[in-house]
């Protein structure tokens, strides 16, 4: 029998669910915390929850990371390029270009999801901390999502 207490928390659970593109980006990482919260503005009715943002695509991933200096960003596309370099005669996967395989290792290595607590109607993220959409891709053209956000 389910404890009937959790049953009641069920009964105030909001479920919002959204599928959204954004633009094409650079290959690079990109701060997209803003373009994200745009999308839901039901947020501001979550008094606490967790968000769940998805991006539907291989070549690319998400991660949180520093908000404030733009060369965290530039040093984290250095750093994953050096990781997973292109060109490698391992590859097997090569008829998308050069840049695709490393963009299915990078994405995997990254995530293709970040979840974030929700309180008082905003992402609950830390003083420094904001969403990177990760292209990889020279060309990946624009991105397709999934946010979900559960809370009361």
């Known amino acids: 029998m389910p404890d009937p207490s959790a049953l009641r928390i069920l009964n105030f659970m909001r479920i919002i669910q959204k599928q959204f593109s954004l633009p094409a980006h650079r290959r690079g990482f990109h701060l997209i915390t803003r373009e994200i919260t745009r999308q839901i503005p039901e947020l501001a009715e979550i008094q606490a929850g967790i968000a769940h943002l998805h991006i539907l695509h291989t070549s690319a991933g998400l991660t949180l ?38 963009a299915h290792a990078k994405s995997s290595l990254l995530g293709h999801s970040v979840t974030i607590p929700v309180t008082d109607g905003r992402l609950n993220l830390g003083t420094w901390q904001g969403i990177y959409l990760c292209e990889h891709r020279n060309h990946g053209g624009s991105r397709r999502f999934v946010l979900t956000v559960l809370g009361e």
């Open 65 to 102: 990371n520093e908000n404030a200096d733009p060369d965290v960003r530039r040093d984290m596309e250095s750093i994953f390029n050096h990781l997973v370099p292109e060109h490698q005669p391992y590859y097997v996967h090569t008829m998308e270009g050069p840049d695709d395989m490393p």
